[in-house]
């Protein structure tokens, strides 16, 4: 029996216990700046005990969100973006995104003040999170300094952020909310390898019209969609270091070189040489 989209969304409402976090939902003159003269950033962490959800809102201030540990995604728009460890998601200001976390998530958001900084990339971006940076932004959130040095401390790490293709992985979303429930459906269980004509059938349309629409949308069809959920998902496991076989099983892919392939082909990399390949890419900017 093939399960409807409805059903699939009912089920998972009933079983995930998620705590909605409401923020504003643009940043206007009313919202307060996050970070005060003269600082130029600064670094929250957030662990999540329960799937955690914040809804869509934006900052007046540039934010990197970047996770060590768990599943978190961020959402902008018609974009979608699993949050790897080693690799963070540069929001410009003002962007309306929303995130979620799984239980067990270490969220980090580090906002920088767009007057007081400048970057030269512009839109949503992957940043290498090097260990160099990460350590700069923690110790500017742990630890007492003089003002200089923390400024001088800041504007180094900012001068070292670097944008890397490799991170730009990214995944549109599409609008209509047949196919949009769809998409959520994959992006909650990757492993799910049920056809365009399955899904069309529990849709009740034609098996074309569910095509042509993912098409237009996203860009992709729905099988080199669901491939792009699949990699993304496996960055997350292979970043916690589960075996690669193990990485392949949970996808649904009983052959590990079948896996190691499409990884190869979608991303220039296979598993293992992967978060080395925008390391390296980042120290030669």
């Known amino acids: 029996m093939i399960l409807s989209v409805a059903t699939a969304q009912q089920v998972r409402e009933s079983t995930r216990a998620v705590r909605s976090i409401v923020h504003p939902a643009v940043a206007s003159a009313d919202v307060p700046w996050l970070l005060e003269a003269p600082w ?27 996770s060590e540990g768990g599943t978190v995604t961020v959402e902008t728009g018609e974009q979608f973006w ?31 003040h767009p007057e007081r900084m400048r970057v030269p990339w512009t839109g949503v971006t992957g940043i290498s999170l090097t260990g160099v940076i990460r350590e700069l932004m923690l110790h500017n959130k742990n630890i007492e300094m003089p003002e200089e040095r923390r400024l001088r401390l800041q504007s180094l790490t900012v001068d070292l952020l670097t944008p890397v293709e490799t991170a730009s992985l990214n995944i549109r979303l599409p609008v209509d909310p047949e196919l949009r429930a769809v998409a959520e459906a994959i992006i909650e269980n990757p ?38 959920v699949r990699i993304r998902a ?35 990399h296979t598993p293992g040489t992967y978060f080395q390949s925008f390391t390296r890419e980042a120290a030669t900017e």
């Open 82 to 112: 699993m949050v790897a460890p080693g690799l963070g998601i540069w929001l410009p200001a003002n962007t309306v995104h929303r995130v979620t976390a799984d239980s067990g998530s270490l969220l980090s958001i580090t906002y920088f």
């Open 191 to 228: 492993a799910d390898d049920r056809t365009a004509m399955e899904w069309a059938e529990s849709l009740r349309i034609s098996t074309r019209t569910l095509s042509r629409g993912f098409l237009r949308e996203t860009g992709s069809t729905l099988t080199q969609w669901r491939i792009l």
């Open 40 to 66: 130029i950033m600064s670094t929250g962490t957030y662990k999540s005990d329960i799937p955690e959800e914040w809804s869509a809102h934006s900052h007046r201030e540039h934010c990197l969100i970047w």
């Open 234 to 268: 496996a960055l997350i496991d292979i970043a916690a270091g589960m075996p690669i076989a193990a990485v392949a099983r949970k996808l649904g892919y009983s052959n590990r070189s079948a896996f190691i392939d499409l990884f190869k082909r979608t991303t220039g």
